[in-house]
């Protein structure tokens, strides 16, 4: 029942920008965690970033920091993460994922931080990549 459907990748050259969509469906969209993830081919997937929706708070990894933003619509169930300043290093497929936030709230791994948790396995629900190719 929960779904998530992600778009809006596509090719652009360094330097340019792509703003990525996640609608949500399933769920009551107030009591989740909504994040980006990201694997490239030969690398294992990371976290990249997510919003608390009902907090409006937001954690990003070091490597997009100041580049990417994460944002919500909540009338329309809406994720985005705006990419700027995109590097080839940022090519891969892109997959939003979501956890409802009490029971992330609850779950306590060898980590240091929420969001390390988070990053690391913490979402229940995952939807579909969107292909991401930066050019140089």
């Known amino acids: 029942e929960v779904q998530l459907q992600a778009s809006g990748g596509g090719l652009v050259q360094a330097g340019g920008s792509l703003r990525l969509s996640c609608v949500a469906s399933g769920f009551t969209f107030d009591d989740y965690v909504i994040g980006w993830f990201r694997q490239a081919p030969g690398k294992e997937r990371e976290g990249v970033s997510c919003?608390?929706?009902?907090?409006?708070?937001?954690y990003y990894a070091d490597s997009v920091e100041g580049r990417f933003t994460i944002s919500s619509d909540n009338a329309k169930n809406t994720v985005y993460l705006q990419m700027n300043s995109l590097k080839p290093e940022d090519t891969a497929v892109y997959y939003c994922?979501?956890?409802?936030?009490?029971?992330?709230?609850?779950?306590?791994?060898?980590?240091?931080?929420?969001?390390?948790?988070?990053?690391?396995?913490?979402?229940?629900?995952w939807g579909k990549g969107t292909q991401v190719t930066v050019s140089s």
């Open positions: 994922a979501a956890v409802n936030y009490e029971v992330s709230r609850r779950r306590k791994g060898p980590y240091s931080s929420w969001s390390a948790m988070i990053f690391e396995y913490g979402m229940d629900n």
């Open positions: 919003i608390v929706i009902s907090l409006d708070s937001t």
